[in-house]
């Protein structure tokens, strides 16, 4: 299996870059199903949803409310990794890791998976014991 991070999905959905296109060219010949986390699309939902909060205007939540409904569209297309109980313990072996929450859950669920985690993120996944990841956007 192969999983996106924020980043690489951002990239898939948002298809204005050389850098869709580099993604697109691998994805096309890569020989496992790809797909994401529950986390990654939490953290796309969280800044759709900040977004529209801060907007005290109705008219002005119109477009946030429109990429939030294509975001659902987009991750209704894509296998959706779960943070499941195995995931979770393994997050708790991480507390030491000095990287944010959301990329330990990430990292435990590709581990437990025995997934490759698709991120431009090295620095802080690097950190973490076991992980296979690579960068296919750069």
């Known amino acids: 299996m192969i999983i996106m991070d924020s980043d690489h999905t951002s990239v898939l959905k948002y298809r204005d870059s050389d850098r869709y296109n580099r993604l697109v ?3 096309a010949l890569a020989d496992e ?3 994401t986390t529950i986390i990654t699309a ?3 939902m969280r800044g ?3 977004t529209i909060a801060k907007e ?3 008219v002005r939540q119109v477009r946030p ?3 939030l409904l294509d975001l659902f569209r987009f991750f209704s297309g894509l296998p959706l990794l779960p ?3 195995p995931a979770a313990h ?3 072996t991480f507390s030491r890791i000095r990287i944010g929450a959301m990329d330990r859950k990430i990292a435990a669920i590709a581990i437990v998976n025995d997934a490759l985690l698709l991120t431009a993120n090295r620095a802080d996944f690097e950190q973490v014991p076991n992980l296979r990841f690579e960068n296919w956007i750069d």
Do not use: S
């Open 56 to 58: 005290r205007k109705a």
């Open 48 to 50: 759709w949803l900040a």
């Open 90 to 92: 393994l997050f708790d």
């Open 33 to 35: 199903p790809v797909g």
């Open 65 to 67: 409310y429109l990429e």
């Open 83 to 85: 943070f499941d109980e």
């Open 25 to 27: 060219a691998r994805l």
């Open 42 to 44: 939490e953290e796309h």
